[in-house]
């Protein structure tokens, strides 16, 4: 049972860990600001909750998992706040989308 | 009452935090549980806002993992886009209307778009989110107000919103 939750748990960190190479691979090829956005919104959604799922599965029952959880639950208000407050101040700033689709 | 809450959370997020279970230590807890409690009243931030009383919690549960389930596909959908060569994105803005009747149900709607890859609120006006969209498919999913709907089921209507109507 032991190896069986350490399997899980390790394919979880390595796919948390894919995700945020990915994202990060998307912040370098995307076209302009508000198209960045999103790709870092792959790592902060996927990327940290498989982390943390997988490290949640390694910590087992105790304290530790608390904090993981709360960890988790101000990581999903305070990552869309930021995003908003950048992209807000963006538009504000005078940084138009670029690449627009009409329709 | 929500002075009450306020403490009472602060006391268990302390517990939860520390571990230590000491008279001495657990003293100093409340302590300072009740020194935030006295700022925040001096700050005048204890208000109806202060905590999640005014939301259904089952459907709250329910509406949590239902996004969830939509976050972790989403994502599959945008991190395909951008592995793939060609980089298939074809952003575009779009206006969503919104059907909450409380600030906090559009908060959370406009998190909940945002949290999505894909779609990223960018203004709020009125009643209505302007979002950035990153293609045709999320995009659409967003204009079909399932989300919305969704969201709108977990409120609970404030008759007693002192601030409710000004808007």
């Known amino acids: 049972m032991m190896l069986f939750i350490d399997i899980v748990s390790a394919v979880c960190l390595i796919g948390g860990g894919v995700f ?46 608390i904090k993981l959880i709360m960890i988790f639950l101000l990581l999903v208000i305070t990552g869309p706040t930021a995003t908003h407050a950048l992209a807000k101040s ?13 329709g | ?19 230590h279970y000491t008279t001495l230590l657990l003293t100093l807890g409340l302590i300072s549980c009740l020194i935030v409690w006295f700022f925040s009243q001096k700050m005048d931030l204890v208000d ?17 993992a239902w996004l969830g389930v939509e976050v972790v596909k989403s994502n599959f959908d945008v991190a395909r886009r951008i592995i793939s060569p060609s980089l ?24 909940s778009i945002t949290l ?3 779609t990223v609120s ?29 969201v709108t089921s977990i409120e609970r209507p404030q008759p007693e919103d002192p601030r409710a109507g000004q808007r």
């Open chain 1, 20 to 65: 945020i190479v990915i994202g990060s691979i998307g912040l370098i090829r995307m076209p302009d600001f508000f198209t960045r956005l999103h790709a870092a919104g792959v790592c902060e959604t996927l990327g940290a909750w498989l982390v943390l799922l997988g490290l949640l599965l390694q910590s087992g029952w105790s304290l530790v998992s």
């Open chain 1, 90 to 102: 963006a538009l504000h700033g005078g940084v138009k989308p670029k690449h627009l689709d009409q």
């Open chain 2, 1 to 19: 009452m929500h002075s009450l809450l306020l403490v009472l959370g602060l006391g268990l997020m302390w517990v939860l935090l520390s571990g």
């Open chain 2, 48 to 64: 109806h806002e202060g905590h999640p009383l005014h939301l259904k919690p089952i459907k709250l549960i329910m509406y949590s």
């Open chain 2, 88 to 111: 298939p994105i074809r952003p575009r803005l779009l206006t969503v209307p919104t059907s909450q009747k409380t600030e906090l149900g559009q908060v959370i709607y406009a998190n």
């Open chain 2, 116 to 118: 999505t890859p894909g």
């Open chain 2, 122 to 150: 960018i203004n709020l006006r009125g009643r209505e989110i302007e979002v950035h969209a990153l293609a045709q498919a999320p995009a659409g999913a967003l204009l079909t107000g399932d989300m919305d709907k969704r």
